[in-house]
């Protein structure tokens, strides 16, 4: 049977004296009827994919049907080689990275989606920028990817991680919810830590709406992917140092889901609320469309 809480998480880890990746790559293998090997091939394959995105986002400069997005990764990488970021080379990868496989999947190019496509950029971006900077291993990248993918099932065992369900902290939330943890693993943090990172980068977003301009991942969506990623170096960093949420991560994830019910549909991938209906929104829709 699939773990179906952190709770029940963390006392699996505790009676069995495992790290949550062991824990993941356990309960994978069952439901997959696969042996570890195969499980990690696949979680590298993954890993390639999401590097493979981002090397192709650095290059494109080329703009979505729209015309409104499509640069700005450029535009970042311009900004940092002629002054640089006041906080040094990993917040300018985590976010050049992030911008990178936002705007590739806004091309249609081959992303991974993680938990979303909207989302895309943000888990990848902190795995893969802070491992190149730190020097850490492949193996720990995968096991920090493994400990993300099983934090992002738990959470959807209660809700549906989609904006239409409940908001962009379904997505972007939930997602720098993943990294945070995959963080916290890749730099050394025992399970509480983890756990802790996850509840701290979550608990912060509760209530982040889903409102896309002219219904296109474009606005806000794809600059929310850098906001978020650095969002989740910010809870690891937290919980590295010892600072801990005071309510539990399952009663997180519940309030996160309540919090969607009680969101105004408007605000949740209709596009009829929010940054969707502003002056200027409502003009960019109209020329897109051609005043229909």
């Not at 179906?4 to 069952?30: D, G, H, T």
């Not at 499980?39 to 999401?50: H, N, Q, S, V, Y």
């Not at 493979?52 to 499509?70: P, Q, Y």
């Not at 096991?143 to 993300?148: E, P, R």
């Amino acid at each position: 049977m699939a773990i179906l809480s952190f709770e029940e998480l963390i006392n699996k880890c505790e009676n069995e004296n495992k790290k949550i990746y062991e824990i993941a790559l356990e309960e994978e293998s069952k439901i997959q009827d696969e042996t570890f090997d195969v499980i990690k091939i696949r979680t590298l394959e993954t890993l390639l994919a999401m590097k493979d995105a981002i090397k192709s986002g650095l290059l494109s400069n080329e703009k979505s049907i729209s015309n409104w997005c499509g640069d700005d990764c450029e535009k970042l990488q311009k900004g940092y080689q002629t002054k640089g970021s006041i906080l040094g080379k990993i917040f300018e990868k985590i976010t050049t990275y992030a911008l990178a496989t936002a705007e590739e999947n806004l091309r249609m190019g081959r992303i991974v989606a993680c938990p979303t496509a909207g989302s895309c950029g943000i888990v990848p971006s902190v795995i893969i920028a802070v491992a190149e900077e730190k020097n850490i291993s492949e193996t720990e990248q995968l096991n920090g990817l493994i400990t993300a993918g099983l934090t992002g099932l738990i959470v959807s065992n209660k809700v549906q991680l989609a904006g239409a369900v409940a908001g962009c902290q379904a997505e972007c939330g939930v997602a720098s919810a993943m990294a945070a943890a995959a963080l916290t693993q890749m730099m050394g943090g025992d399970n509480n830590e983890i756990i802790q990172a996850t509840s701290l980068a979550l608990k912060n977003i509760l209530g982040l709406t889903c409102d896309p301009v002219c219904g296109l991942v474009e606005v806000p969506c794809i600059k929310r992917n850098a906001f978020l990623a650095i969002h989740a170096v910010t809870a690891s960093e937290l919980a590295l140092c010892g600072v801990e949420s005071k309510i539990p991560l399952d009663e997180i994830v519940d309030t996160l889901k309540i919090t969607g019910q009680l969101m105004s549909p408007l605000l949740k991938e209709t596009s009829q609320g929010g940054l969707a209906k502003t002056k200027t929104a409502i003009e960019l829709e109209k020329k897109l469309f051609n005043n229909k």
